[in-house]
């Protein structure tokens, strides 16, 4: 007995790390300083940082959702094998990049081990801990914001370690900084090399695989299709080929949903549907800003390190918070936690957007859109497995797929399309004489558009290139309050939501078997992946 407990907690902690990893290559990767040496060195516009930001994102769709569906077949060892491996190679591959196209393949490889790894650490903690499930995934989950914060720090130690060595460091010193993501990865390698997982709980509960696939049905798989066709022209535009147009996107999405529907016979179910959309406007506010954030704050405040702390400092309001959701969520309700949340990450980023750059003022902002962010994407995850608990893992991972791809394929670029567009407008405003001399015509994802080009702002006399740096300072923090209409419509949603189980009683944690439907096991926000 004791050897199974001391088996069980050393499966957790490697399922813990493994989470740990994929929120530390977030940080490291987004950090303020890694993507300003990219930009210099890879010559990238904000447009192209934007796809370095959604390529990291929207393949972990991929991976998790094609997990979900083989993975009792191929089982859990493999599967995390496949992590491991993706995440070594993305690694070496991003330290020893030479251009733009490899830095994106290696970020494409991390994305997918992290789906993997997403894939299989929440039903092996689900399994493991059956006795109180949602009291161990609150846990699991408090590995995300903590991997942002741990690799946030120790990033910014090595920057000023690497300063204050002066260049005796061999290489770029944002290299170093990415090789600390193999501390994580080669943790969590070894903890769980070897191990023995358990079976899968849909297996053990008797579930078939095709009611499974009913519950989720052809319209999520269009959707779902939609979003990876979406990455499909992303890569394109990567890779200098013309991008598909979204009329190609939606008709091209119809053929594997049809092929879904002729096998399950199901549209599936509405409510999950609904949830699916609200996601693509949860995860650009939460996951986008997330990506976004070190770099604007850092832009603003004229101090990358500083913007680094935002991050750094959300994340951990997050980490604490989680612990904390079951109570509150027990009071108000998941619907109603999810709309207090998305009230507050409204007010939290239009004052983020429009403050005035004081430092002070940034962070008590910043504190409220941490709030509002915190239990976003937990939440959704509780409504859908106490709503869908015959969806089984495939729901659960559907829900946190389609959020990670919609702010890869589409949020993530449009952020960075808005900062290059608004930029190079306020330029055209303040400097219509300079401006044209300025722009360089950018290949984007949606449509083709001006971008100021840096190399050319170089060339201006130094009173200009000021002025042009204020400018960009303004337009990249006030795209923080257009974010902000996002949380807002979320708001509107969840109110709807309320009121529809409102006039049916109610809202009610539906279960399969063993326990009432208002038993706390079964009740209260679980936490997400790669939360963000």
Not at 316 to 326: H, V
């Amino acid at each position: 007995m004791a050897d199974n407990n001391q088996s069980a907690r050393r499966l957790f902690l490697g399922c813990f790390t493994g989470l740990v990893a994929t929120a530390f290559g977030f940080a490291v990767r987004n950090s303020a300083e890694v993507m300003d040496s990219w930009a210099t060195g890879f010559q990238l516009s904000e447009e192209q940082k934007g796809m370095i930001i959604g390529v990291g994102t929207y393949p972990f769709a991929i991976s998790i959702i094609v997990l979900s569906l083989v993975i009792d077949r191929i089982g859990y060892g493999r599967a995390m094998g496949f992590a491991f491996a993706g995440h070594l190679i993305s690694a070496l591959l991003t330290i020893f990049a030479p251009n733009f196209i490899v830095l994106y393949f290696a970020t494409f490889i991390y994305a997918l081990a992290n789906g993997a790894v997403e894939a299989v650490i929440n039903p092996v903690v689900a399994t493991i801990h059956k006795e109180n499930k949602t009291h161990w995934l609150n846990i699991l989950h408090a590995g995300w914001p903590g991997g942002l914060v741990l690799g946030g720090l120790l990033s910014i130690l090595l920057m000023k370690a690497g300063g204050t060595v002066g260049g005796k460091l061999p290489g770029e010193l944002w290299q170093w900084q990415m090789a600390l993501v193999l501390l994580p990865i080669l943790s969590y390698g070894f903890l769980l090399f070897g191990m023995k997982f358990p079976q899968q709980e849909r297996v053990e509960a008797g579930v078939s695989y095709k009611e499974m696939l009913s519950e989720f049905g052809w319209g999520s798989a269009y959707i779902v299709s939609f979003l990876i066709v979406m990455g499909i022209s992303q890569m394109l535009v990567a890779f200098g080929l013309s991008k598909l147009s979204l009329t190609a996107a939606l008709l091209i999405s119809i053929a594997p949903a049809a092929v879904f529907a002729f096998y399950v016979n199901s549209f599936g179910r509405p409510m999950f549907i609904f949830l699916m959309l609200i996601m693509f406007l949860l995860a650009t506010t939460e996951l986008g800003t997330d990506g976004w954030i070190q770099d604007i704050m850092g832009t603003v405040l004229k101090n990358k390190t500083t913007g680094a702390w935002f991050l750094i400092y959300t994340s951990s309001i997050m980490f604490i918070l989680r612990f904390f959701a079951g109570p509150i969520v027990h009071r108000i309700s998941p619907l109603g936690l999810l709309a207090a949340s998305a009230a507050i990450a409204t007010v939290g980023l239009l004052w983020l957007g429009t403050a005035k750059p004081v430092l002070g003022m940034l962070f008590a902002a910043a504190t409220l859109y941490g709030f509002g962010k915190t239990f976003f994407w937990p939440t959704t995850l509780g409504v859908v497995s106490e709503q869908y608990p015959k969806g089984g893992a495939l729901l659960l991972n559907a829900i946190s797929g389609v959020g990670m791809i919609a702010v890869g394929t589409i949020g993530g670029p449009a952020i960075g399309t808005m900062q290059d567009r608004d930029f190079t407008a306020a330029v055209a405003q303040a400097l219509p004489e300079v401006q044209p001399q300025l722009v360089k015509q950018e290949k984007g994802l949606f449509f083709d558009y001006d971008a100021i080009d840096q190399k050319l702002v170089a060339k201006q006399p130094e009173a200009v290139q000021a002025q042009i740096t204020e400018i960009q300072g303004k337009t990249k923090q006030g795209a923080l309050a257009k974010i902000a209409v996002l949380p807002a419509i979320m708001l509107v949603c969840y109110l709807v939501l309320i009121a529809y189980f409102k006039s049916r009683g109610g809202y009610q944690a539906q279960v399969l078997t063993g326990h009432a439907a208002n038993d706390e096991k079964f009740t209260g926000g679980v936490p997400g992946a790669l939360e963000a």
